[in-house]
Antibody, heavy 122, light 107 residues
Framework: QVHLVQSGAEVRKPGASVKVSCKTS????????MSWVRQAPGQGLEWIGRIHPEAGSTVYAQKFEGRVSMTRDTSTTTLYLELNSLTSNDTAVYYC???????????????WGQGTLVSVSS | DIRVTQSPSSLSALVGDRVTITCRAS??????LNWYQQKSGQAPKLLIY???HLQGGVPSRFSGSGSGADFTLSVSRLQPEDFATYFCQQSYDTPTTFGGGTQVEVK
């Protein structure tokens, strides 16, 4: 069965960077777009971007362009999200999600990781 | 970006009630609208995709309808495990965008 297992909580100071991982299993890693979505405390869902694991090609939300990087390691079927120049506004739970292959659209997500809390505080 | 407006932001209901949540997109998104359920401390779970298609394993008391810009999620007979927050999402255009959420609480 499909599993997405994310790395543990992180605490960073403003201006720092964070790298979150998402280990996948149970499906063909190179066949599905994967997205990253975040949720600030008590708030809604915000799409950060997506990566196609086979080619490594990425599309980022404009808001994050220039300070986000999504990468993957096909040998370990793991995705990575790196966010730079952190501010307190980046405090959120970060989720990875798999594109649903039959749902339509590039960001309909049928499986999600458990989430990684990133806290940014001085 | 396509704006997605969800209403109400919260509602109170009893077990056995029928509840309805609406979602309106700022432009025509055809049928590219998904619904998710999120329980406290958990990741969202896909309930409905492409406006009206029930995701596998989701109880049939959940249903979705609509096309174009106006969509509805209905729960026919609310069960205790249905008290949660629900989000809609448009997957028509990039970036995908989500509604603000509807918290379904116990009356």
């Amino acid at each position: 069965q499909v599993h997405l297992v994310q790395s543990g909580a992180e605490v960073r100071k403003p201006g720092a960077s964070v790298k979150v991982s998402c280990k996948t299993s149970g499906f063909s890693f190179t066949s599905h777009y994967m997205s990253w979505v975040r949720q600030a405390p008590g708030q809604g869902l915000e799409w950060i971007g997506r990566i196609h694991p086979e080619a490594g090609s990425t599309v980022y939300a404009q808001k994050f362009e220039g300070r986000v990087s999504m990468t993957r390691d096909t040998s370990t079927t793991t995705l990575y999200l790196e966010l730079n120049s952190l501010t307190s506004n980046d405090t959120a739970v970060y989720y990875c999600g798999r594109r649903c292959p039959y749902c339509g659209g590039d960001a309909s997500l049928d499986f999600w990781g458990q989430g990684t809390l990133v806290s940014v505080s001085s | 970006d396509i704006r997605v407006t969800q209403s109400p932001s919260s509602l109170s209901a009893l077990v056995g009630d029928r509840v309805t949540i609406t979602c309106r997109a700022s432009e025509n998104i055809s049928h590219y609208l998904n619904w998710y359920q999120q329980k406290s401390g958990q990741a969202p779970k896909l309930l409905i995709y492409a406006a009206s298609h029930l995701q596998g394993g989701v109880p049939s008391r959940f249903s979705g309808s609509g096309s174009g810009a106006d969509f509805t999620l209905s729960v026919s007979r609310l069960q205790p495990e249905d008290f949660a927050t629900y989000f809609c999402q448009q997957s028509y255009d990039t970036p995908t965008t989500f509604g603000g959420g509807t918290q379904v609480e116990v009356k």
